[in-house]
């Protein structure tokens, strides 16, 4: 009779050790599975971050062709802007030596 008591109850805490493995093994595959999608995460967290800082790198480089081309364009207009005075006072030059002939 205890022998039966004692199987019976071995095969109770058996049944609990098993369901409590099953238990484990779940979260153990669930915990797998979060640490994938963590390195997932990560490796396209790397990913995003590296395509910023070459957007970045463009977009300083952009920037700073916008301020040459801006320079060249103000180069281009003063001298443009002496060019006309120059002609002008050519100009001038020249209707001052037709009134002395």
Not at 42 to 60: P, S
Not at 83 to 91: F, T
């Amino acid at each position: 009779r205890q022998r039966e008591k004692a199987n019976t109850q071995a095969a109770a805490r058996a049944e609990d050790l098993a369901q409590h493995l099953e238990q484990v093994q779940a979260e153990l595959q669930l915990t797998k599975q979060r640490e994938k999608a963590n390195s997932t995460a990560a490796l396209r967290v790397e990913e995003l971050t590296q395509q910023v800082e070459r957007l970045d790198g463009e977009l300083q480089l952009a920037r700073q062709r916008e301020r040459s081309a801006a320079a060249e364009a103000k180069r281009a207009q003063e001298l443009q802007d002496e060019l006309q005075l120059v002609a002008g006072q050519n100009d001038a030059g020249k209707k001052r030596e037709k009134l002395f002939e």
